[in-house]
């Protein structure tokens, strides 16, 4: 075989290999259109190789006329896809030169197949042979064809196009790129265009031999390609390594890592998340498998955390239970952030979920144990009341007692005096209602209620405790004055936690003015507007308080014969709870001052009552 054969056909085959690979290589990433255009451009690097070698094989100026007509296919191949190349690949040179470029091309095509034998031939007269690598080959004579000056031009544009490009390149930092790529295609297109200028205007008789140097350029750009397809396969690696990592760190700390792609609705757990969600550790896991997981109390309040964090692009934690195939109930906090694709579009949302069981279950045996100590200590305050309720349970019952013997009376003679038995039933119904109040006032302050949250009205809370303790205030000669904000905005709390808290206040300042001269017991019960906030304040005319107004606030600090010291410590555990806070001053003149402040409903509770319905309710106190 001819050394022309064995290169020509080698430069071939070889291109067409490199075109097979990186067309599979596209076939499995879509996305990466390089690889296509790659693939392209080295098939139209192994079309002009056989046309070439047509060309030399040639034995009448016919078959060289139609070998270079159809030349000039792969070679319009070739450069429309270096150019796109040139534009996707290294995301440079100026879009409308890119298009004049292409522009030019295709109208050379359509002037190869249209006007005279070929683009360079107007006609082929004859052939010459000539030696190369030892034995002799084809080269056409003929009349040159002008319409070649639009292919010329166009080899200029392109040189224009790639330097530009290049320089883009080259600023950008990626000189090598710049230099294979950019250097590659200024050396093709250059050895091209004069090759073309010389060979067909009849300046030197040489074969055409573009395949050669195109082979150059597609060995460069196939280098690039590989080193970013080795870059890839790197950087997969290092991924693979650093999730290794992070499982292992989520696993040392406890954690079970999930991630929810969004358009396939699946969501990857590790093997810890999947334990935790009872799941198989091979489980393919649906986003809906998953929510199904949550209590049903629950789901909800996730999903809409979610829908959230999708719609804020923000993070979210949220606490919630989940349960698991057996029925038992376990205690997840999750963390979780959404990751937008390109586009903006929601893709990932990755997150860590970590049982809180056991801190769930210490939580619920503190806030019972604390609401035990508060009930007992509830159930302490109500029986050093006892007596004055006594007292003012007596009232009504009194009253029922003496107005049914005087019904008793009048229904003995004859006729029955019926108008004024109608009259005194009126009255025992209204002394048994008032008798049922107070009963019905002590029996929800004693009852060992669970904690529940509730909108409530301050002023309202203040008015109920006052008419609790109206009575034991009166015997200890205590005056109250009250000034209650009107329309104050409603809180959100714990009614009987609530009424403990005044409870106490309120006792603890009649304690603190028993040494106070008769006629000098003044209570003030006032209640404010504050910023996000309203504020109640329990002032006395007592002796005031220590320097350090804290250590009240100690559990069992008391400076009474029979105080358990306990009272202010629960105060302030039920302002905490209530996201409050109890504080306590001493006042300029004379007394001490607590103030406690709760924070404002959120919008949607109803406004409260005005102080003047609170003081119409309670003549007693508000003087
Ligand atoms: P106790 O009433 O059982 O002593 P508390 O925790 O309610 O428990 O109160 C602790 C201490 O704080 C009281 O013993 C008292 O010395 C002091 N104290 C509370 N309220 C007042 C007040 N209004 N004026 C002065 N001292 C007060």
Redesign the pocket.
């Known amino acids: 075989m001819s050394w022309v054969t064995i290169i020509w056909s080698m430069t071939a085959s070889a291109c067409l290999t490199l075109a097979a690979i990186h067309l599979l290589v596209w076939c499995q990433r879509r996305a990466v259109w390089a690889d296509l255009l790659f693939a392209l451009a080295a098939t139209g690097t192994a079309g002009l190789a056989f046309c070439e070698l047509a060309m030399m094989r040639a034995e009448t100026p016919g078959q060289f006329a139609t070998a270079l007509r159809w030349f000039h296919l792969p070679g319009w191949v070739i450069i429309v896809a270096v150019v796109a190349f040139v534009r996707l690949f290294l995301e440079a040179g100026r879009p409308w030169l890119a298009w004049s470029v292409c522009a030019l091309r295709t109208v050379a095509l359509f002037l190869n197949f249209t006007v005279g034998d070929n683009l360079n031939f107007r006609s082929v007269e004859g052939l010459r042979s000539i030696r190369l690598f030892g034995e002799s080959v084809s080269i056409a004579e003929g009349v040159p064809n002008p319409c070649m000056l639009v292919a010329q031009f166009g080899m200029v544009l392109i040189v224009i196009f790639t330097v530009d490009a290049a320089i883009t390149v080259w600023r950008r930092g990626n000189r090598r790129l710049a230099l294979t790529v950019g250097g590659g295609i200024v050396f093709v297109a250059l050895v091209g265009l004069s090759q073309g200028v010389l060979r067909f205007w009849g300046v030197v008789h040489a074969p055409i031999t573009a395949s050669l140097s195109f082979t150059v350029l597609v060995v460069a750009m196939g280098y690039e390609l590989s080193r970013e397809t080795l870059r890839a396969a790197r950087l997969s690696e290092e991924l693979r390594d650093s999730e290794a990592r992070l499982t292992l760190a989520a696993e040392a700390a406890g954690f079970g890592v999930w991630m929810w792609t969004v358009d396939t609705n699946t969501v990857w757990g590790s093997e810890r998340w999947l334990r935790l969600f009872g799941f198989a550790p091979d489980a393919n896991v649906s986003f809906e498998q998953a929510i199904q997981r949550i209590h049903p109390d629950d789901r909800e309040r996730v999903k809409s955390a979610i829908r959230l964090a999708m719609e804020t692009r923000a993070g979210y934690g949220v606490d919630y239970r989940v349960v698991l195939p057996d029925r038992s109930v376990r205690w997840i906090a999750a963390l979780g952030r959404l990751y937008a694709a390109a586009g903006g579009k929601p893709a990932r949302m990755l997150g860590a979920a970590v049982d809180i069981t056991e801190r769930k279950q210490a939580e619920q045996d503190l806030l019972q144990q604390r609401n035990e100590l508060a009930h007992l200590s509830r159930v302490t305050t109500v029986s050093a009341l006892s007596g004055s309720l006594a007292h003012e349970l007596n009232q009504p019952l009194g009253i029922i007692l003496s107005n049914a013997q005087a019904a008793q009376e009048l229904l003995q003679q004859d006729p029955p005096v019926l108008t004024d038995v109608r009259e005194i039933l009126a009255d025992i119904v209204a002394a048994d209602r008032r008798a049922a109040e107070i009963i019905q006032r002590l029996r929800a302050l004693l009852k060992r209620d669970e904690t529940s949250r509730q909108p409530l009205s301050l002023n309202e809370i203040l008015d109920v405790v006052l008419r609790l303790v109206r009575v034991d205030l009166i015997d200890r000669g205590i005056t109250s004055v009250c000034d209650l904000a009107p329309d104050l905005p409603p809180i959100t709390g714990d009614r009987v936690q609530l009424q403990q808290l005044a409870l106490?206040?309120i006792?603890?300042?009649a304690?603190?003015m028993a040494v106070n001269a008769p006629g000098t017991r003044r209570l003030h019960i006032t209640t404010s507007r504050q910023p996000n906030a309203v504020r109640a304040t329990?002032r006395?005319e007592?002796?005031?308080?220590?320097a350090d107004s804290e250590v009240?606030?100690q559990p069992f600090?008391?400076?009474?014969p029979h105080?358990?010291?306990?009272?202010?410590?629960?105060?302030r555990t039920i302002v905490a709870a209530h996201q409050g806070r109890l504080w306590?001053e001493p006042h300029p003149a004379q007394?001490?001052i607590?103030h406690f402040e709760l924070p404002v409903a959120e919008e949607g509770a109803g406004r409260e009552r005005g102080a003047r319905d609170a003081r119409e309710e309670a003549p007693a106190y508000g003087q």
């Open positions: 106490n206040l006792l603890n300042a304690d603190a329990v006395d007592g002796p005031g308080l220590p009240l606030f600090f008391t400076t009474k105080g358990l010291g306990m009272g202010l410590a629960i105060c306590a007394g001490a607590f």
